[in-house]
Structures are given as C-alpha cells and as structure tokens.
C-alpha cells in the first residue's frame, strides 16, 4: 500500500503533536521530571541543596507512590541532601522496604541519606546510631555498610566512635568501615 505525501506529512504533524502534548503534560511535574531522570553520578547536590520546601514535599508525595518505585532512591537520596523540614520522616518511612535487588538499595540510600540530614537533624544522628548498632543489625550486610557510610557523611563527633569500633573488624566490613572515617574525617573537615 501506498501513501500519498500529505497523509505522510499529515501523520507526522499527529505524531509531532502527540510528543508536544507529552512534553507539555511534563512540564506540569518538573520535580517528577527531575527525579526520573537518568544521572551517572548519582542526584547532582547542587541541584538537590537548591530544592525548595515545595519540591520537597512533591518528593515525598513521590515517595509514597507505589508507581514510583523506580525513582524512590533517588528522591530519597535528594530528601537527604536538601534537608528540608519532613524529609526525617519521609525517609525513615522507607528504611525497611522489602527484600527485593531494587529494596536493598533503597534502604542503602535511606542510610545514605540519613547521613547527609545527621549533619543537622539530631533525629537522623540516632537513627543513624541505632542502626549501626553491632547488637542491633535491622536491615542487613549491604544496608549495615550504608549505615557506616552514612555515619561518615554526616559529619559529626558523635559518630567518630561507632565509626572506630566497627574499623577494628575484619574481612569487607572493617575495610569498609576504615575508608568511612576517611570519609568522615573529609566531611567534617568541609565544615558540612
């Protein structure tokens, strides 16, 4: 079957407005936007430090959507890192998120960015040293090294011994632990 150049130009002008229609309805969500979008190196900082308190609430209304859960670890990861009012809440609400590949790294972020709201919210401090309880272990191996990273990007004083402690270890969890306080050390050294 044939078609004559007009109806190919005619389907062309539908598709062209179909993608405009798309581009439009997303331009209605630009924090979903934001969030569903592909980065190599993680959640850019700057961008996410510059998220307003209405960008953070539409990351945790994303949050609580099951359909979202693709892009739950990167909201997280930026909740963690603009440290809006709501974010302690937002997060820890997704610490214990099922056993799943995709669950285990979110509960990684969760600690991640537990790490960066320790910094400044005494709340995310103790959820933080609550879990990196050697005692305790809540949420797994994998998890447990994103606790000691969290502690270490937080920054504070308070985490140094935990810290210590879990560097006396053997095998990948005492490595692990060890380039923490290096970590640790950078972060507090940056005033952050």
Do not use: N, Y
């Not at 405009?20 to 979008?37: I, T």
Request: aromatic share 2%.
């Amino acid at each position: 079957m044939t078609r004559s150049i007009p109806s190919v130009l005619a389907a062309l002008a539908l598709c062209g407005s179909v993608s405009m229609g798309v581009a439009s309805a997303a331009e209605e969500d630009p924090v979903a936007d934001w969030v569903r979008q592909t980065w190599f190196e993680g959640v850019p900082h700057d961008e996410a430090r510059a998220l307003d308190q209405a960008a953070c609430d539409r990351l945790a209304e994303l949050l609580a959507d099951p359909a979202e859960a693709a892009h739950h670890r990167k909201a997280i990861e930026a909740l963690g890192i603009a440290g809006r009012p709501g974010a302690f809440e937002a997060i820890a609400a997704h610490a214990s998120a099922g056993d799943d590949r995709g669950a285990r790294r979110t509960r990684r972020a969760v600690a991640h960015a537990m790490g960066r709201l320790a910094g400044h919210d005494d709340r995310a401090l103790a959820w933080l040293l609550a879990h990196s309880d050697p005692r305790r272990r809540a949420i797994g191996p994998p998890a447990d090294r994103g606790v000691l990273t969290g502690l270490a990007l937080s920054g504070r004083s308070e985490a140094v011994s935990r810290l210590e402690a879990a560097a006396r270890g053997e095998g990948a969890s005492g490595r692990h632990a060890r380039e923490a306080l290096v970590l640790h050390g950078t972060v507090a050294g940056d005033g952050r």
